[in-house]
């Protein structure tokens, strides 16, 4: 079975950073693709990063610049280190990971960025 914690989120500040964790368990890790996604309250649920398993990432338009996705084979974990947050970023962030037919997602960590 799959298993996908994230952790990280908290309140912070317009301007400030923080930095999620995503652990993936229950897969062979450094073959699977990682994605980050978030969904803001009300609205649906879209991608914010992804990794492919040899380390090559691309971002939404939205966040480019200020996000940086990274992987951690030898610890099973992929990060999302988040700069110069905005209020618009506030959101549950999910982590995804996906090895052919075998896919994870975690609970979600919540981020909120005050203006």
């Known amino acids: 079975q799959v298993q996908v914690v994230e952790s990280g989120g908290g309140l912070v500040q317009a301007g400030g950073s923080l930095r999620l964790s995503c652990a993936a368990s229950?897969?062979?890790?450094?073959?699977?693709?990682m994605a980050w996604y978030r969904q803001p309250p009300g609205k649906q649920r879209d991608v914010v990063a992804a990794?492919?398993?040899?380390?090559?990432?691309t971002y939404a338009d939205s966040v480019k610049g200020r996000f940086t996705a990274s992987r951690d084979n030898a610890k099973n974990t992929v990060y999302l280190q988040m700069n110069n947050l905005k209020p618009e970023d506030t959101a549950v962030y999910y982590c995804?990971?996906?090895?052919?037919?075998?896919?994870?997602w975690g609970q979600g960590t919540q981020v909120t960025v005050s203006s």
């Open positions: 995804n990971v996906q090895s052919g037919l075998r896919n994870g």
């Open positions: 229950g897969i062979t890790f450094r073959f699977s693709a």
């Open positions: 990794v492919t398993s040899d380390g090559y990432t």
